[in-house]
C-alpha cells in the first residue's frame, strides 16, 4: 500500500520559515514528479510547486522566491522549504506523487503563519 506522509508542519510567526518533508513508500520513487498542494480555509487546493524526476521545478506565482521543493530519492523523500511566510500561507499542505495514470496524496499537514 502506498502511503505518503507529510510532517514538518506547525505554529509559525509571519516572517518565520517551515519545513516540510514527504516520505513516500514508492517503490520507484524517483520517476515520479512530486508535488506540494495547499488548500487554505474556504479555498481549493492549489499546486505550489513541483519537481520532475530530473529535478526541474515550478512554483506558483504567491511563493515564487519564497518557498524551495527538493527531493531526495535515496530517502524517498521530498522537502518544501518555506521562508518569509504570510498568513496568507496557512492551510493545509498536502503531497502528491504523479505518474501518467497513476497519482497518491498524503493526508496533509497544517501550517498556520500567525501572530
Known amino acids: 500500500q502506498v502511503q505518503l506522509v507529510e510532517s514538518g508542519g506547525g505554529l509559525v510567526q509571519p516572517g518565520g520559515s517551515l519545513r516540510l518533508s514527504c516520505a513516500a513508500s514508492l517503490s520507484m520513487f524517483s520517476i515520479y514528479v512530486m508535488g506540494w498542494y495547499r488548500q487554505a480555509p474556504g479555498k481549493q487546493r492549489e499546486l505550489l510547486a513541483d519537481?520532475?524526476?530530473?529535478?526541474?521545478?515550478a512554483y506558483a506565482d504567491s511563493v515564487k522566491g519564497r518557498f524551495t521543493i527538493s527531493r531526495d530519492n535515496a530517502k524517498k523523500t521530498v522537502y518544501l522549504q518555506m521562508n518569509s511566510l504570510k498568513p496568507e500561507d496557512t492551510g493545509v499542505y498536502y503531497c502528491?506523487?504523479?505518474?501518467?495514470?497513476?497519482?497518491?496524496w498524503g493526508q496533509g499537514t497544517q501550517v498556520t503563519v500567525s501572530s
Open positions: 502528491n506523487a504523479r505518474y501518467p495514470r497513476t497519482e497518491y
Open positions: 519537481i520532475t524526476s530530473g529535478g526541474s521545478t
